[in-house]
């Protein structure tokens, strides 16, 4: 069902979706985040009229901070709020795409859409992506159907929980694994494979104001040959939180396990995820540190920094 009457606003933060590079350049030499969002809906014909746009940031997503993510929040907020707007757009770059998803999905959980989209190719591609996802992310934020963070690629409709960056190259690059895709696009309608999660939003007041505030949590991850140091490291700059990034089902080095429990004991929280593409951890009895479910390494850091600011807000 289409929801004509509401305007839908877009917002642009960077990304591969406005890349550009030289004529006749090598088109994987290109550089993201060059136009403007108003440019990248120029570029897409037949788009329903009254479309809002805003550039609230223009970053190469691999760059992404936690700045731009609460401008983001408050943006969408802002725009949601209006009983004018039905849906809200974000370009964004496909590198960092699900982390911001997750964290506005964490923040906000929107009653209406808030879909995101990017491009595998740069906006001067000879065939680029972008413009047909743009047309598909902004049929979505109409439909009366969508809500909640969604994102949209290649026609695919994902949940920010599940969603990863699985090719690095492929267009088709984005999965959402076991769990599979909430939906599909075709012709600007949507047809939902699963229904669409409700969730209960955190907020955005009690974030502190200030990024540089929120508790510093780091990635580490067990590989063959790991030792404690990097951990002990951690622990000597004050980071707040380690998500340790374990083999299978999340286990870790016995070196850095030590170095973690640790780490533990001086206050810093750590969980424990996996290195395993696809699939939720099984919690053990035995575990020392618990563990992140079917969140990514990323994602259980988002959480986590949550989880920190929440227990101290
Ligand atoms: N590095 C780019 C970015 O994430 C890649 C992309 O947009 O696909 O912004």
């Not at 209006?82 to 964004?92: A, C, I, L, R, Y």
């Not at 770059?93 to 209406?112: C, I, N, S, Y």
């Not at 591609?125 to 109409?142: I, M």
Request: charged share 20%.
């Amino acid at each position: 069902m289409q929801n004509v009457n509401s305007t839908v606003v877009v917002l642009g933060t960077g990304g591969t979706i406005a890349g550009t590079s030289p004529p006749g350049a090598d088109e994987r030499n290109y550089r993201a985040a060059q136009l403007s969002v108003a440019a990248l809906l120029e570029a897409v014909p037949g788009l329903p009229a009254g479309l809002v746009c805003e550039q609230v940031a223009q970053v190469d997503s691999k760059d992404m901070g936690h700045a731009v993510w609460l401008q983001l929040a408050q943006r969408v907020s802002v725009h949601l709020a209006s009983s004018q707007v039905g849906g809200v757009v974000v370009t964004h770059g496909t590198d960092t795409l699900e982390e911001t998803a997750f964290f506005l999905q964490r923040v906000l959980a929107p009653a209406k859409p808030v879909v995101f989209t990017a491009a595998m190719r740069p906006a001067t591609a000879a065939e680029p992506d972008g413009p047909g996802n743009l047309r598909d992310a902004v049929a979505l934020a109409a439909d009366a159907s969508a809500h909640g963070v969604l994102v949209v690629m290649g026609g695919v409709v994902f949940g920010p929980r599940d969603v990863r960056k699985a090719h690095p190259t492929r267009l088709d690059a984005f999965s959402s694994g076991s769990a599979g895709p909430l939906g599909q696009l075709r012709d600007g309608k949507v047809s939902w494979r699963r229904e669409v999660p409700r969730e209960v939003a955190l907020g955005l007041d009690w974030l502190p104001a200030n990024p540089s505030d929120w508790p510093r949590v780091d990635l580490v991850v067990s590989h063959a040959g790991v030792d404690g140091a990097l951990v002990d490291a951690l622990c000597g700059i004050g980071t707040r939180g380690i998500v340790a990034v374990g083999t299978g089902n999340g286990t870790l080095h016995e070196a850095l396990e030590a170095a973690l429990l640790r780490a533990q004991s001086k206050g810093v929280a750590v969980r424990r995820a996996t290195r395993c593409r696809d699939g939720a951890m099984v919690p053990r009895s035995s575990d020392p540190f618990p563990d992140v479910g079917d969140l990514t390494p990323a994602k259980a850091r988002i959480e986590l920094m949550l989880e920190l600011m929440r227990s101290t807000g």
